[in-house]
């Protein structure tokens, strides 16, 4: 089954369930204390919260989320990506726990055919409600159900008000991919079981004191990852294997002039994850910029373009942006599910294009200072990376530390994140600005104000080269 073909067979599903299908909600959330839509039940928090009332009591949706918090598991798990579709459906008030669990179970085995003998659930410690519907009316033995903590199987609007257990379904991908931990199971952090599936139930409303109250109307709210439902349908070890992605990589390869291989396949994945994200955002309608979405969006340009400078022996130069030319085949993917994405190239690849222009002259000096010193370190035998230059990188230069070490990951040279952030903390002492806190809004300021200090410096040549990377 193809990407477009499981969101399609989850909405239709859903209908014959006689739910209502909504249109994906956009990226920025219709809510002030959230930056991003990072599920598919941001868009209804108000009725889960019961400040609105539903128009429809069942609804299904997939729904683009953005999750900044996986940013660094991007290209290091199988199964994270920043951008990615959550396909839910939803109760208010209506269906529980039964049918939540019954009808995924139908959707898993029924629809998608999964293996149900590879099929794992859990269900939140004390609740044996769930538990007694998946083991005794389900049928799930008990050797596969585990009971999971508050981190894991229990959701909470915050720390007063609607809140409940979830229940996970789970697909073990085989020992190969696992940590070979004799107690391996649902909710260790390896890849070998595989969270395809959130169900929660919103029962209870928790009190200021601490206490627990039934709900008047108890809600549902799920979330499956389609990317990876797509991987096990596609029998593909990660996401990024799949053919939501694969176009993507291939065209970078093609236009980056390098083979997807053990040395490249992290920065590939980068790249694929990124370009989505960063189209998404701006078709949404961010821009790049020093805060908020704009940060993120800014971020994740510059992240993307970056890494590509890894894998390139040649540095970046104006001519050589990229991002933008990747838009295209987003757009391709994504347009069954995303029909208006196709009109917008134009303006996705323009304001990609301004931010990937901007971001070569910071990049330049940077990757040739640190390429230099890493010569330098194998031809010493050392393997080491000195932190006053990864200080020094990113405080004069502007260029991110986050990049510094993606460069060295890929060179196998060590960094220490620690003395770098000891040394900023020692340098914002020094300039009495120690309100600030460390955080990476002040790596972008920096970025800036090399602009406005430096202008947009031109290379001038290999003596100015060395002279910097002596410095
Ligand atoms: P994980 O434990 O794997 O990080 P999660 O428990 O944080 O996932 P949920 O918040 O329960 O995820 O979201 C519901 C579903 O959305 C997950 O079961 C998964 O299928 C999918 N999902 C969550 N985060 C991501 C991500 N970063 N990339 C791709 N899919 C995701
Ligand atoms: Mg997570
Ligand atoms: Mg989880
Ligand atoms: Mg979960």
Redesign the pocket.
């Known amino acids: 089954m193809t990407g477009n073909e499981i969101r399609k067979s989850f909405i239709d599903f859903f209908k014959s369930k006689e739910h209502k299908y909504f249109e994906s909600a956009s990226l920025i959330p219709d809510d002030k204390t959230l930056l991003l839509t990072v599920?598919g039940m941001v868009p209804f928090k108000s009725f889960f919260l019961g400040e609105k009332e539903a128009p429809f009591k069942r609804i299904t949706t997939y729904q683009k989320c953005i999750?900044t918090n996986?940013l660094e598991?991007v290209g290091v798990t199988t199964?994270?990506?920043?951008f990615?579709e959550?396909l839910g459906n939803f109760s208010f008030g209506d269906y529980f726990k039964r049918e939540a669990i019954f009808w995924s179970w139908e959707y898993i085995t029924e629809i998608l055919k999964l293996d149900s003998e590879k099929l794992w659930v859990s269900v939140f410690l004390d609740d044996d409600e769930a538990y007694d519907i998946w083991n005794k009316e389900v049928g799930v033995p008990e050797e596969r159900i585990v009971r999971l903590g508050e981190d894991?199987n229990w959701w909470a609007a915050g720390p007063i008000g609607s809140c409940g257990p979830c229940s996970?379904i789970y697909i073990d991908l085989g020992e190969k991919l696992g940590c070979g931990n004799l107690d391996c199971k649902p909710g260790c952090d390896c890849d070998r079981y595989l969270?395809?599936?959130?169900l929660v139930f919103t029962e209870w409303n928790r009190l200021e004191d601490g206490s627990l109250i039934p709900l008047p109307e108890k809600n549902i709210d799920t979330?499956?990852?389609l990317?990876?439902i797509a991987a096990v349908m596609q029998k593909k070890e990660s996401?990024f294997d799949t053919d939501l992605f694969i176009p993507i990589i291939n065209e970078t390869e093609k236009i980056l002039e390098v083979e997807r291989n053990n040395k490249t396949d992290k920065a590939l994945k980068i790249i694929a994850d990124h370009v989505r994200a960063a189209a998404f955002l701006i078709g949404d309608g961010v821009l790049p910029s020093n805060e908020g979405r704009g940060y993120i969006l800014r971020k994740l340009i510059r992240r993307a373009f970056g890494v590509a400078s890894t894998i390139k022996e040649r540095i970046f130069e104006k001519e050589d942006i990229f991002l933008y030319r990747l838009v295209p085949v987003v757009a391709e993917i994504m347009k069954e599910a995303y029909p208006e994405m196709e009109s917008k190239i134009d303006y996705i690849e323009k304001v990609m294009k301004i931010e990937e222009e901007k971001f070569t002259v910071t990049l330049k000096n940077g990757v040739e200072i640190l390429k230099e010193e890493v010569e330098k370190l194998k031809k010493d035998g050392k393997d080491k990376f000195p932190s006053e230059i990864s200080f020094k990188l990113y405080d004069t230069y502007g260029f991110p530390f986050e990049l510094t070490k993606e460069v060295l990951e890929y060179e196998e040279i060590e960094v220490s994140e620690d003395e770098f952030l000891e040394k900023l903390e020692e340098q914002k002492i020094r300039s009495k600005s120690s309100k600030e806190t460390i955080s990476d809004m002040i790596k972008d300021e920096f970025i800036d104000e090399f602009y406005e200090k430096h202008g947009k410096t031109k290379f001038i040549g290999y003596e100015e080269k060395e002279a910097k990377a002596k410095i």
Do not use: K, P, S
């Open positions: 599920a999750r996986d598991n199964r994270h990506q920043t990615f959550m894991d996970e969270e395809i599936w959130n979330g499956a990852g990317e990876r996401n």
